[in-house]
């Protein structure tokens, strides 16, 4: 069955487990869709056959869907070369080809799992990474939501930010987490401390913040070695995750800030926040192909709830449902 096949087995079969999931993605995806893809539904209508015309539109439109250059290079290279192997000449059916090959670039014939890596023998230790300013703090509380059922500890491991420490405070209390933090003192300090506490409270889940500096990144990169390893001291084999939350609604720059932290840490997957507030959505398949990390949540609104387990199917139809 083609992926067009199984998106519109998504819209005819929306079973209540996944409804609101669905939902959230349409709602969340909307700005993209609106700007995206009713511009690329105008182009088949302006064109009815494939031409040269119509491949020099198609890119610029990826490029300003934020997809990133080389990405969309290496897409309208694999495009062509199916048009002309499969000798498609309609641009309507060329739409299903476009949703295909789209949804092959984010996979690219891997396993890809958005699932957390869990520590079955002690707490699961959740390190989160990213500038000031993409909503880290606000991501760590929505995260803590989603495991409400678990017991949950935040540490607050940026400690000379004014405010960050009682700010994650705040959220933990209005969370129901419990929380560990102190002003002004070094954070692998603060971290060594509160991963002792995390064990005293047999917590399951540790959430920990850290600094958003990028500026100077041999500094960073000292301050996370240090913090990974006090982390690997107390929990062996941990972090189990770590998480570069980046804002989507700044694009390249946004690639750009993944790239420098890949560089200085071992990061295992992104957050993508604010992509409700975008028209750019297209930066999730960007942020795959260039930086070759998964994207494991999505943020799609202001509520506890909004973030959203990232499901390539579900992302590809939020797009492309007014298609279908």
């Given amino acids: 069955m083609g992926l067009f ?134 991501t760590i509380a929505k995260l803590a939501h989603k495991y409400k059922n678990k017991k949950v500890l935040m540490i607050a491991g940026d400690t000379f930010r004014a405010g960050a420490v009682e700010q994650l405070k705040i959220w933990a209390e209005k969370t129901g987490s419990l929380f560990y933090g102190k002003d002004s003192v070094d954070p692998a300090g603060v971290i060594y401390d509160g991963l002792e506490f995390a064990k005293q409270e047999n917590a399951e889940i540790v959430f920990i913040d850290t600094a958003g500096r990028l500026q100077n990144k041999v500094n960073l990169m000292k301050e996370l070695e240090k913090i990974n390893k006090v982390i690997e001291r107390i929990i062996p084999g941990a972090p189990h995750e770590t998480l570069l939350v980046v804002d989507a609604s700044t694009g390249q720059n946004g690639i750009m800030q993944a790239k420098a932290f890949k560089e200085i840490t071992n990061i295992t997957g992104i957050v993508l926040t604010k992509l409700d507030g975008t028209a750019k959505g297209g930066i999730v398949l960007a942020i795959k192909e260039e930086v070759d990390l998964p994207v494991k949540f999505i943020g799609l609104g202001e509520k506890m709830e909004d973030l959203q387990t990232f499901d390539i199917e579900e992302y590809i139809y939020g797009l492309f449902k007014d298609m279908i």
């Fill in 5 to 138: 096949d199984k998106l519109k087995n998504i819209v005819v079969k929306t079973k209540e487990e996944n409804k609101e999931s669905i939902e959230s993605y349409d709602k969340g995806l909307q700005k993209t869709r609106d700007e995206f893809v009713s511009k690329l539904s105008l182009l088949g209508i302006k064109y009815t056959k494939v031409s040269d015309d119509y491949f020099e539109e198609l890119e610029d439109l990826l490029i300003s869907a934020d997809i990133g250059v080389n990405t969309v290079f290496k897409f309208m290279d694999k495009l062509r070369d199916r048009v002309k192997k499969e000798n498609i000449v309609d641009t309507k059916y060329l739409m299903e080809v476009i949703v295909d090959e789209l949804f092959i670039i984010y996979v690219n014939n891997e396993s890809l799992s958005t699932k957390v890596h869990k520590n079955e023998n002690g707490p699961t230790i959740i390190l989160m990474v990213g500038v000031n300013g993409v909503g880290k703090t606000t």
